[in-house]
């Protein structure tokens, strides 16, 4: 219910802004503003930094600590956190569209991606689940269905070399095909 009425009320309160809200200066908040809003710490140095489209959040957050390094940021598309940053600004996690998929992507504070996935529209996973190393290398990718492990599960050491050869069956069962140690002597042999 409350939703629903978010949804409903939305629209009269961005039109009605100027009649409910003013800022610091007791101008009206024109709700369909473009451009960064900026919170400032009483020496004047920025405290919050917001990009802003047509009223909405849409681009960098920042959140500064008062010596001026990032204490925290975001990222926002359309109203929506779509990206979250590590302490110096490096990207952490981005939400994307693909269609009517939905990519999630984490990334290593050297900027490198570290997982990746990809949901349709009822939310499962449409795509293999895809988890790197630090250097790049594919570290494995995990094939589900209906938000189950099932088919082929693959694991690779950080230089590219096989780690893991298996797959998931129905009824949970796994069947490992071929396996290697860390020192890449292989431990299992066609299952």
Not at 50 to 67: I, N, Q, S, T
Not at 73 to 89: E, H, I, L, M, T
Not at 93 to 98: T, Y
Not at 144 to 167: I, M, V, Y
Request: net charge neutral; glycine share 10%.
């Amino acid at each position: 219910v409350m939703l629903r009425c978010s949804r409903a009320l939305d629209p009269w309160i961005r039109a009605h802004i100027a009649e409910l809200a003013t800022d610091e200066a007791g101008d009206p908040i024109d709700a369909q503003f473009t451009g960064t809003v900026e919170r400032l710490y009483h020496t004047g140095q920025i405290k919050e930094s917001l990009e802003v489209k047509k009223g909405k959040p849409h681009g960098a957050y920042r959140e500064y600590f008062e010596d001026g390094s990032i204490r925290n940021s975001a990222y926002y598309k359309a109203g929506k956190n779509s990206g979250d940053f590590w302490p110096d600004g490096q990207l952490k996690r981005k939400l994307s569209k693909q269609g009517q998929n939905q990519v999630i992507e984490w990334y290593y504070p050297n900027g490198a991606i570290q997982k990746r996935y990809v949901k349709d529209k009822h939310g499962y996973v449409s795509e293999p689940i895809r988890l790197f190393h630090e250097n790049g290398q594919l570290a494995e990718e995990l094939n589900t269905a209906e938000g189950k492990k099932r088919g082929p599960w693959l694991k690779f050491f950080d230089d590219g070399s096989p780690e893991l050869q298996a797959e998931h069956l129905a009824g949970d069962h796994l069947v490992v095909h071929n396996a290697w140690n860390q020192q890449r002597q292989q431990i299992v042999e066609n299952g």
